[in-house]
């Protein structure tokens, strides 16, 4: 798999939902803009928090939450999430340009 870059980043993610397939079970992430993001777990635990791009994934500062470098990998037909150690820990099954979870509210 390969590993999406900087401006391809900044247009499937500025203003969009990304619905995440965590095993079986459906995380949210909202980039309401260039600097802020909110998050849904598939257990209802929920964080706000400022996020970056980099040249190649993002780093994200959740508050009262984890910090973390994440990439977006992908091949024929995925894109998945990939956190610094190289583990993929969730696939892209839908991106909606919109806070189609009302995460920001």
Do not use: Q
């Not at 993001?37 to 964080?47: K, Q, S, V």
């Not at 610094?84 to 991106?95: D, E, F, K, M, V």
């Amino acid at each position: 798999m390969a590993i999406l870059t900087k401006d391809i980043l900044e247009t499937i993610m500025v203003g969009a939902t990304h619905v995440i397939d965590m095993g079986g079970k459906t995380a949210f992430i909202y980039y309401e803009n260039a600097e802020r993001a909110h998050m849904l777990l598939p257990d209802g635990t929920r964080f706000d928090g400022r996020w970056e791009l980099l040249d190649a994934g993002y780093r994200v500062e959740w508050t009262n939450g984890p910090t973390g470098v994440w990439s977006l990998a992908y091949g024929p037909g995925t894109i998945d999430y990939v956190d610094a150690s190289g583990a993929a820990r969730g696939r892209i099954t839908r991106i909606d340009f919109s806070d189609c979870a009302k995460l920001a509210a």
